[in-house]
């Protein structure tokens, strides 16, 4: 039996750990966590984002742009982060309507397609 998602994994070129973390951790502030010592080598990060992660790994000549492939993050303010991604010159993509969520994509320095999605019920007062 499958119990939970554990962490998903997204790839960055080699050597760009220092780009990634200025977007993930510095833009997106999400909390990077140690890597066990016996893959520290492999260079990349890992990231917290509540009780799950998001594994940053490495790996050079993939077609990151053209993938439908994502990690999508429910957020509390997505007009915020709209503007927060709009002014650090991120160019948001709409995405197709869901039932009961609003929701926006983008692609972050590496080709990475990101979703951003907020429930409906939020924004009710």
């Not at 994994?9 to 502030?29: M, N, S, V, W």
């Not at 007009?79 to 995405?95: N, Q, Y």
């Not at 009961?100 to 397609?113: A, I, M, Q, S, V």
């Amino acid at each position: 039996m499958i119990l939970a998602i554990h962490h998903a994994q997204i790839t960055i070129p080699h050597g760009a750990e220092k780009e990634a973390r200025a977007f993930y951790c510095g833009l997106l502030g999400l909390k990077e966590i140690p890597k066990p010592e016996a893959l520290a080598g492999r260079g990349g990060l890992w990231l917290e984002v509540g009780d799950l992660q998001v594994h940053v790994g490495t790996e050079d000549h993939v077609g990151r742009p053209n993938t439908k492939a994502h990690v999508a993050y429910l957020v509390d303010d997505l007009e915020g982060w709209r503007s927060t991604l709009t002014a650090s010159g991120v160019a948001i993509l709409e995405g197709m309507s869901i039932p009961l969520y609003r929701r926006f994509e983008f692609r972050d320095p590496f080709g990475n397609r990101v979703e951003f999605l907020q429930k409906e019920a939020d924004d009710q007062p």
